[in-house]
């Protein structure tokens, strides 16, 4: 469903280049749900951008749904996205004059749904995330927790390859937070839609089936995550993980 091959990714800061993620290597399959953990810096938001086709790798390939999207164009990027990937964001990125029906419907207008059709699949989805009953209200008149459920209603309805979630409960409290996962899962149980959830928070990570972690641009495993590397900045292996944790660090070794 979606794998990436050597992905390595550098930025360029007028004559230094920064090396931000190294050699990274795993694979999602169809209806899994992972998290991908790291505290801040670790490279997480430029892996999400380029498992999102937003930015181009350095070196490596990212495969969604079987295509390599590095070798594809910006239009052909584009077409691509709308059809195979949902956002869901921490900050929920809703439209503030449109009513919450017709923030979930939005991605369906640009795909020229009919109305009807557009407004069932808006209401079966606010139904399954149980805000039914808010759809003709504003974002503004929503907690954050119903805010993230009407984003997680709009992020499904294209039914998308997958869903990548930035951090998806970084502005909850940890009662909303909880609820906010529970869905996530229910619909990833229900709809066998593939998630990744970009957190960094480990109770996050914990319920995940599956959990990936970035540590200075590498992945390692789970318990170098809160250990402090000794001698500064080295690259992580992985070994005997704990039960449910799947590490992949192909090329981690090498510091660079
Ligand atoms: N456009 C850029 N130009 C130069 N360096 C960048 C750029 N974007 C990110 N970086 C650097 O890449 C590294 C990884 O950043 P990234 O934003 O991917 O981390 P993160 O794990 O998502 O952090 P956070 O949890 O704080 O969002 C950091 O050292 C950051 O300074």
């Given at each position: 469903?979606?794998?990436?091959?050597?992905?390595?990714?550098?930025?360029?800061?007028?004559?230094?280049?920064?090396?931000?993620?190294?050699?990274?290597?795993?694979?999602?399959?169809?209806?899994?749900?992972?998290?991908?953990?790291?505290?801040?810096?670790?490279?997480?938001?430029?892996?999400?951008?380029?498992?999102?086709?937003?930015?181009?790798?350095?070196?490596?390939?990212?495969?969604?749904?079987?295509?390599?999207?590095?070798?594809?164009?910006?239009?052909?990027?584009?077409?691509?996205?709308?059809?195979?990937?949902?956002?869901?964001?921490?900050?929920?990125?809703?439209?503030?004059?449109?009513?919450?029906?017709?923030?979930?419907?939005?991605?369906?207008?640009?795909?020229?749904?009919?109305?009807?059709?557009?407004?069932?699949?808006?209401?079966?989805?606010?139904?399954?995330?149980?805000?039914?009953?808010?759809?003709?209200?504003?974002?503004?008149q929503l907690s954050?927790?119903q805010q993230?459920?009407?984003?997680?209603?709009?992020?499904?309805?294209?039914?998308?390859?997958?869903?990548?979630?930035?951090?998806?409960?970084?502005?909850?409290?940890?009662?909303?937070?909880?609820?906010?996962?529970?869905?996530?899962?229910?619909?990833?149980?229900?709809?066998?839609?593939?998630?990744?959830?970009?957190?960094?928070?480990?109770?996050?990570?914990?319920?995940?089936?599956?959990?990936?972690?970035?540590?200075?641009?590498?992945?390692?495993?789970?318990?170098?995550?809160?250990?402090?590397?000794?001698?500064?900045?080295?690259?992580?292996?992985?070994?005997?993980?704990?039960?449910?944790?799947?590490?992949?660090?192909?090329?981690?070794?090498?510091?660079?």
């Open positions: 469903m979606l794998r990436l091959e050597n992905v390595s990714h550098s930025f360029k800061n007028g004559n230094e280049v920064l090396k931000v993620l190294h050699n990274i290597q795993f694979e999602v399959q169809k209806g899994e749900m992972i998290a991908l953990l790291g505290s801040s810096g670790s490279g997480k938001s430029t892996l999400l951008n380029l498992m999102a086709g937003l930015m181009k790798p350095t070196e490596g390939h990212i495969y969604i749904a079987d295509q390599d999207i590095v070798k594809y164009g910006e239009n052909k990027l584009a077409v691509f996205r709308r059809k195979h990937i949902g956002f869901i964001f921490q900050a929920y990125e809703l439209i503030p004059t449109l009513t919450v029906r017709e923030n979930v419907e939005l991605p369906l207008v640009f795909q020229s749904v009919s109305p009807s059709k557009r407004r069932k699949k808006a209401m079966e989805l606010l139904e399954m995330t149980g805000i039914g009953d808010k759809a003709a209200l504003y974002p503004s954050g927790g993230q459920r009407v984003s997680i209603s709009r992020s499904l309805i294209t039914e998308p390859s997958v869903i990548f979630a930035d951090e998806p409960t970084g502005n909850l409290d940890t009662k909303t937070e909880e609820e906010i996962i529970r869905i996530m899962m229910a619909l990833n149980e229900s709809m066998n839609t593939t998630f990744v959830i970009v957190t960094h928070e480990m109770e996050v990570a914990a319920q995940m089936k599956k959990t990936i972690m970035l540590r200075d641009g590498y992945l390692v495993q789970p318990e170098e995550y809160t250990r402090p590397a000794a001698g500064g900045s080295k690259a992580p292996n992985a070994s005997s993980l704990p039960s449910g944790v799947e590490v992949h660090s192909e090329g981690a070794g090498e510091v660079s």
